[in-house]
């Protein structure tokens, strides 16, 4: 029985809520990202840019009505990767109210 870690990527604040938003969709666009996060275009990119070079999520750009559009999602090792993290939080969480952590599969 291994005990469940916090991933150092998807735990930064910005990026834990990436992924959150990201898990139940196939996509979405980086603008509905950056107003649900209520971040800068910078900062999202910037967070977003982890996540990619770490394999987590994919860009498509496409042009709509001659406006460059980004689209982000999940890749499946990045709904791992957060499945993973989730579950080392609620251990966490387990742990912090007494009561008994499952353990990790």
């Given amino acids: 029985m291994s005990t469940p870690s916090l991933n150092p990527i998807i735990h930064a604040p910005n990026r834990l809520q990436i992924?959150?938003?990201l898990a139940p969709l196939q996509t979405a666009?980086?603008?509905v990202l950056r107003d649900a996060l209520q971040v800068s275009d910078s900062v999202?990119?910037?967070?977003?840019?982890?996540?990619?070079?770490?394999?987590?999520?994919?860009?498509?750009?496409?042009?709509?009505?001659?406006?460059?559009?980004?689209?982000?999602l999940l890749t499946?090792?990045?709904?791992k990767a957060f499945n993973a993290h989730v579950a080392a939080l609620e251990?966490?969480?387990?742990?912090a109210s007494g009561m008994p952590a499952t353990p990790s599969s």
Avoid at 76 to 79: A, D, I, L, T
Avoid at 91 to 95: I, N
């Fill in 19 to 21: 992924c959150a938003l």
């Fill in 29 to 31: 666009e980086f603008q």
């Fill in 44 to 72: 999202l990119s910037k967070q977003i840019k982890k996540l990619e070079e770490a394999g987590y999520v994919k860009l498509r750009k496409q042009k709509v009505n001659g406006r460059q559009h980004t689209w982000v």
């Fill in 76 to 79: 499946g090792k990045g709904r």
């Fill in 91 to 95: 251990h966490l969480v387990a742990l």
